[in-house]
């Protein structure tokens, strides 16, 4: 937690966000971060140099090109040392979902019949369905369920699916419906000692904070940049020593050349130079934050995310305390988040109306929420909950505000 005295000033970090001032955006509360965040001005104007500016073929001698490619790597290179990682760690992909069957397609070649592979249900399904396909080459598919009652995944259930022939546990670090944190450095350590690989899913946790790669112990770890105030691109991070001997996707030549070997064709260009925006954009809250100079740059993520947590639990503990006690309403997963145990992401169902109307009644409140499945149908089906239908997710991020909770919680009382 925040152990300076230091608040995160709302008005500045919304000052950052072109949206909030946006003719269409600006009367409208946003709660679907989880869906996919709003871009700070940073990350806008990286995209607009690019593609006014190097719009070229990267990496030529030229200053237009030499510049774009410059860029491309400086992105890399910065988002590989936020989350603790080195470059050659770095694939930037399509998407989450893209990220994960390029890498079971991958990683399939290492395996044989009969080897385990553990699956949750409590993830989203591109976390799911890459691994389940590899039953095609002879892998048994072991689920790793939750607790219907807690809708959380608990370690000892783990410990009894794990053996000598578990090869791989896919497992998302945080649900895009429960919210729980699960303890990956626990889950990894675990997995370790049969000798099998984690591919960690960050997207639900990353846009409050971007990890330490390295502290989880994960082998894999991937989260949608799209989510974390970029454009539509996802990062995957992977070991070294696994991304080295796995097999080249890549065009013959390329052949050794990894993490380029990972992904059958490059990233999208002026979006992974736009993200050169992102840390821009933290580097700004940090200096405005903070009167010290960091170079470490994880150093300078840590203190943004003490920073963010404890604005987050002050934003969102207020609307899971209303849900949770309001007999109408079921709410799904933990009632408080506590020390970053949860994320203000927040599910629930109504017990006499059907979560389409009370999204729409939200709706016409000009809260910015929906009723889905949000992909993570296996978890609500266990949960008994319509997959159609769905849950009410009210999802926020650092820079929603104590007033939208007030609206938030005004709207809810119409129901
Ligand atoms: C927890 C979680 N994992 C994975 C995904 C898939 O991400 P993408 O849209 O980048 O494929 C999502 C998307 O909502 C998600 O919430």
Redesign the pocket.
């Known amino acids: 937690m925040n152990i300076s005295n230091t608040k995160l000033d709302l008005d500045f970090v919304r000052s950052q966000f072109p949206s909030f001032n946006d003719p269409l955006c600006k009367n409208w509360s946003f709660f679907e971060n989880?869906?996919g965040s709003y871009v700070p001005k940073q990350v806008i104007d990286r995209l607009n140099t690019f593609m006014i500016s190097t719009k070229v073929q990267p990496y030529a001698e030229y200053p237009m090109s030499k510049i774009a490619g410059d860029n491309m790597d400086q992105a890399t290179e910065l988002f590989a040392k936020m989350i603790n990682a080195t470059n050659t760690e770095i694939i930037i992909g399509g998407?989450?979902?893209?990220n994960l069957y390029v890498l079971s397609n991958a990683l399939k070649y290492s395996l044989k019949p009969g080897d385990e592979i553990i699956v949750t249900n409590q993830d989203?399904e591109?976390?799911i369905s890459p691994w389940r396909r590899l039953s095609e080459i002879g892998a048994i598919i072991k689920e790793w369920k939750i607790n219907p009652e807690t809708a959380e995944l608990e370690i000892e259930t783990l410990e009894n699916l794990l053996n000598d022939k578990t090869k791989i546990v896919a497992v998302?670090h945080c649900?895009?419906i429960v919210g729980t944190v699960n303890n990956l450095k626990k889950i990894s350590k675990l997995a370790h000692e049969k000798n099998a690989i984690v591919i960690g899913?960050g997207?639900?946790y990353a846009p409050h904070g971007f990890p330490d790669v390295k502290e989880l112990g994960v082998d894999f770890y991937t989260f949608?940049l799209y989510k974390t105030y970029g454009p539509h691109l996802?990062l995957l991070y992977g070991k070294e020593e696994i991304l080295k001997n796995l097999p080249n996707q890549n065009h013959k030549f390329l052949e050794g050349n990894y993490p380029y070997t990972i992904n059958p064709g490059g990233p999208n260009h002026e979006e992974l130079a736009s993200l050169l925006g992102i840390y821009e954009y933290i580097s700004s809250v940090f200096n405005h934050h903070f009167n010290e100079e960091i170079t470490d740059i994880r150093q300078k993520i840590i203190k943004i995310n003490e920073l963010i947590s404890e604005h987050e639990e002050k934003i969102a503990n207020p609307i899971l305390e209303y849900i949770k006690s309001n007999k109408i309403l079921n709410l799904i997963g933990k009632d408080r988040i506590i020390n970053k145990n949860r994320a203000p992401t927040i599910s629930f169902t109504h017990k006499h109306k059907t979560s389409k109307e009370v999204s729409n009644t939200l709706i016409s409140n000009n809260i910015a929420t929906r009723n889905d499945n949000?992909?993570a149908w296996r978890c609500l089906n266990s949960l008994g909950i319509s997959t159609d239908d769905g849950v009410i997710r009210v999802s926020m991020v650092h820079y929603n505000t104590v007033d939208e909770t007030q609206k938030l919680l005004k709207a809810l009382e119409q129901l």
């Open positions: 989880a869906g998407s989450t979902s893209i989203h591109a976390n998302t649900s895009n899913d997207v639900s949608s996802a949000f992909y």
